[in-house]
């Protein structure tokens, strides 16, 4: 795909170095398409080229991607991706429950706090309830000793090893990746992690896999070291009337996941609304400005009205006449005469 764009790259600055490069010649007065088009016969190829191209590499970009080594996820209907949606505040929190109870032993949070769980997926006191579970490393007191104590708002979540060659040896040498950010590092996003989670199979013939690894095809090599850790009922749901199958637990994690690498997506969609209303506003307000009070200066018309009663040495009469000023009907001669008429008087 690359050498594709890089080839097309340099045949359209070929072009356009010879089309800057060529003698102008001058525009002729009429156009006409009936005349133009049977004259640029070369014109009109390079144009069925370049949109033959186009279409070709979108549709090559858009169906299969020759580069990757495992399926496309299908596309799931999510109630978050519209542009008036938000997230499920509901599933958020019963995704926190499946984190907590599955995923967290493998999987860290490094880059979310308990106070951002507040006012999202449980109340401010639930979230200082959860955070005084967790013991924390803190320190040193005044005895600069280390010491142990009950979390707080403030505290992130924590991570289940102590470092990353600690993950490795409990996970056959396989890093679990940190979960914070994995919706929008992953190319497909929330379709990628709920292919991945529901889509364990037994691998094709002659598919060679180690100890502790499984086959799961939405994964580059098809060879993972996670499990299959989402399954029918793995989690109790506090709601009854939502029933825990693989299905609706992955679709849930993976909203929370959403949530945790896009916080603040909720209110970014409603600063756009708001962004459009006032520049709606404010748009019809300048239109109002630019065509009604600036009307006058844009209609306006200067003209010069030469003077009628110059005494033939190019020297105007009066005090307040001058040359290129504006003129009433009273230095006309034309107007003397009239005036003279209406007298009854005749020179």
Request: with cysteine.
């Amino acid at each position: 795909m690359a050498n594709k764009f890089g080839y097309v790259s340099s045949k359209l600055l070929q072009f356009s170095k010879g089309y800057l490069n060529r003698t102008p010649v001058r525009p002729k007065t009429s156009f006409s398409a009936r005349n133009w088009i049977p004259g640029r016969p070369k014109w009109l190829a390079l144009g069925a080229l370049t949109a033959g191209l186009g279409a070709m590499l979108y549709a090559l970009d858009a169906s299969v991607d020759a580069s990757n080594d495992c399926v496309h996820p299908p596309k799931q209907l999510w109630s978050h991706k519209g542009l008036l949606s938000a997230l499920d505040r509901e599933a958020v929190r019963r995704g926190y429950q499946v984190y907590k109870e599955v995923c967290s032993s493998c999987h860290s949070l490094q880059y979310i706090a308990y106070r951002n769980l507040a006012n999202n997926c449980m109340t401010e006191a639930e979230a200082k309830a959860e955070a005084e579970q967790v013991m924390v490393k803190d320190g040193p007191d005044d005895n600069g000793e280390y010491f142990e104590r009950p979390g707080k708002l403030s505290d992130y979540l924590p991570s289940p090893y102590p470092n990353e060659d600690a993950a490795r040896s409990a996970n056959n040498g396989a890093y679990p990746p940190d979960l914070s950010y994995i919706v929008s590092a992953r190319k497909g996003g929330e379709d990628y992690i709920f292919a991945l989670l529901t889509g364990y199979c037994e691998p094709p013939a002659g598919f060679g896999l180690r100890d502790g690894q499984y086959f799961n095809p939405y994964f580059s090599g098809g060879a993972i070291s996670m499990g299959q850790v989402i399954n029918n009922e793995v989690v109790t749901y506090a709601d009854d009337e939502v029933a825990p199958s693989g299905s609706q637990i992955a679709k849930d994690v993976v909203t929370f996941l959403k949530w945790t690498s896009e916080p603040e997506s909720d209110e970014r969609k409603l600063l756009l609304i708001k962004v459009v209303l006032i520049s709606s506003f404010l748009i019809g307000i300048s239109y109002y400005i630019k065509r009604h009070k600036w009307s006058a200066l844009k209609s306006r018309k200067i003209f010069y009205v030469p003077d009628f009663t110059g005494n033939g040495n190019g020297q105007s009469k009066g005090k307040d006449l001058g040359n290129g000023s504006a003129k009433t009907d009273e230095g006309c001669p034309k107007f003397e005469h009239k005036k003279n008429e209406g007298n009854g008087k005749t020179k």
